[in-house]
Structures are given as C-alpha cells and as structure tokens.
C-alpha cells in the first residue's frame, strides 16, 4: 500500500471514530494491566463479566495480594486458563508493590519482567493507561495488517515494526484502537463484510466478500 493510500486509509478511520476506545472495563493503569493479562485466549467481554465483581471488590494491588491466588481462580474461573492468570495476577500484584510502589510501570522493560506480560500486553499499557504511541498486535490487527496490505509479515513482531514505519505520526496513537475495531467488526477472519467496508477501494484483499 502507497503511503498516500496509508494516510487515507487512516484518515477515514479517524473521521468515522475520531477517539477510539478499547472495549475491556478499568478505572486504574492497575485494573487495566490486570485485564490485559487475562484477555489472552479469551474475549473482552468474558474477562468484563469477571472483572467487574473482581474490581469492585479488589480494585488494588494491595487488596488483590490479599486475596490470594486461590480466591482469585474463584472470581475468574470462567475465563480460559484461569488457574495460569490466576498466579500471574497475584504475583504480578506482589511485584508491583515490592518494586514499584503498587503503581504500573510506564517502561517497557519493567513491565515484560512482570509475569503473564509480554511486548503485546506492554503495549497495550503503555498505549492507553500512559498515551504512548505504541501498537499492540493482536490476532486482529495481524489479520488485518496482512489482509488489506497495509503491513504484511509473518509473524506479529514483524507487522507491529512495519505498522510503526508506515503509519502517519498523526495516527499512530490511536491505529492500535482503530485497526482493533476494524478487524473485530468488519474485517472479520472467516467472511470480512466488504460491501460495508469504508476502506474497500484501498484493500489491496483478492478475494473481497460480495453484497
């Protein structure tokens, strides 16, 4: 995709949702990076039904340490590998505290030393709680860097460093958010809705969905 089409394709975006927000429900950076870790391998939605009790009742390090891994299974035992984020969650809550004085991080390699984080969950943190204009790959935005053209690669790393070459500086705040909701909503994995696609001129996709 040429850079002109590049910087329409995100103007567009931005026109159609100018402040894009992701779905998962937080008030802290700390609620936040606790959701992010339990929304690998399983929808938003599902870890918002588990959140919701778990926040009110727990909103802190503090008081999720106290908890216990064992009662923190009991809140989220609906999500998928639940026992796993489970221990991740109370460790990483421990961490926090022993470390950094229960605040998030706002440093990449800081927060990758936490368990059940990685470079996608970093960015995520980094992006929405601090406003940096990192972009996290998910399986969506893989599926759309590749689909339409935008940035191909093979693997995740390598469409999170061509989307940072290509993307417009003006958009890369947001293109996390935008390409999100774009591959959530319309440019779904087995039959992308092309005919209502506002992009679809700039898809470089051979095998287009028909009305």
Sequence with gaps: MSPKKVREFFARLAAANPEPKGELEYATPYQLLVAVVL??????????????????????????VALGEEDIADYIQTIGLYRTKARNVARLSQLLLERHGGEVPEDRAAL???????????????????????????????????????AAGKDVEAVE??????????FRLHAHHWLILHGRYLCKARRPECPHCPLIDLCTFKEKTGV
């Design 112 to 150: 990758e030393a936490l368990p059940g984080v990685g470079r996608k969950t970093a960015n995520v943190v980094l992006n929405i709680a601090f406003g940096q204009p990192t972009i996290a790959v998910d399986t969506h935005i893989f599926r759309v860097g590749n689909r339409t053209g935008l």
């Design 39 to 64: 929304s690998a391998q399983a929808t938003d939605k599902g870890v918002n039904r588990a959140t919701r009790p778990l926040f009110r009742a727990h909103p802190t390090p503090q008081a999720m």
């Design 161 to 170: 460093q061509k989307l940072l070459k290509v993307v417009p500086a003006e």
